[in-house]
Nanobody, 127 residues
Framework: QVELVESGGGLVQAGGSLRLSCAAS????????MGWFRQAPGKEREFVAA?????????????YYADSVKGRFTISRDNAENTVYLQMMNLKPEDTAVYFC???????????????WGQGTQVTVSS
């Protein structure tokens, strides 16, 4: 069982920054990776970024991003605090969405592989 709680959303002007946090609690196992997704009004939920929880490997990159956020968003982790962060820079109105933290039992994060989801946190970017 994994519980995920997001925080840090809010209203920001275009060009501004926000940092989202996802506090995770593990009861039976520690997921090998965690990620962020987002869902804008009227659109399907989409992948944003993911990071492996413990170390990396020659096969999997430690973190990876959707093309739309590369160079602007950075995902990081604090193993001691069981927390994953999403630092968002140079925000655009099209980044407006509910952001969800997610985890699964595998090292690859996709919407299909994630069994555990947070409740979401709203990010609104004004133009």
């Amino acid at each position: 069982q994994v519980e995920l709680v997001e925080s840090g959303g809010g209203l920001v002007q275009a060009g501004g920054s926000l940092r989202l946090s996802c506090a995770a609690s593990f009861r039976t196992f520690r997921p090998p990776a965690m990620g962020w997704f987002r869902q804008a009004p009227g659109k399907e939920r989409e992948f944003v970024a993911a990071i492996r929880w413990t170390g990396g490997s020659l096969y999997y990159a430690d973190s990876y991003y959707a093309d739309s956020v590369k160079g602007r968003f950075t995902i990081s982790r604090d193993n001691a605090e069981n927390t994953v962060y999403l630092q968002m820079m140079n925000l655009k109105p099209e980044d407006t969405a509910v952001y969800f933290c997610a985890a699964g039992r595998g090292a690859v994060i996709t919407e299909d592989t994630c069994d555990y989801w947070g409740q979401g946190t709203q990010v609104t970017v004004s133009s």
